[in-house]
């Protein structure tokens, strides 16, 4: 299995639960305090925390302490998860953000987005 199709299915694993999607945050605690998507403290998540989270714990494990987006987002591996969501958010949307905070998607827009990529990775392996 390729590292973006194994990515986006951990993003997809990381969302499924209801209560572990959020919006206008990457990321919040139990408290719904915003903190950090790599932070072992967090338990909910917008798209690009998941993808954040995702990729944080795969490249930089050791480093999480230091961590910050724009070491995360530089990373080709975020690249690639990013440019996969894009493909199929950017029909209704101009971008992840912007469809992930709309108050019109629900938690099964975000999973329906995450199957139809996973779909299209698998379809052009």
């Not at 072992?40 to 690009?48: I, P, S």
Request: net charge negative; hydrophobic share 35%.
């Amino acid at each position: 299995m390729s590292q973006l199709l194994e990515d986006l299915k951990a993003v997809r694993t990381l969302l499924t639960p209801p209560a572990k999607w959020t919006r206008d945050y990457y990321a919040m605690d139990e408290e719904q305090s915003q903190i950090e998507p790599w932070s072992t403290y967090a338990t909910c998540y917008c798209m690009l925390g998941a993808m954040n989270k995702v990729v944080a714990e795969g490249e930089f494990p050791n480093q999480l302490d230091e961590l910050t987006y724009d070491t995360s987002e530089k990373n080709p591996r975020w690249k690639a998860l990013e440019g996969a969501i894009q493909i199929v958010v950017t029909r209704t949307h101009s971008d992840i953000p912007t469809f992930n905070d709309d108050r019109r998607t629900t938690h099964d827009d975000v999973l329906n987005v995450l199957d139809e990529a996973i779909a299209n990775v698998k379809s052009a392996s």
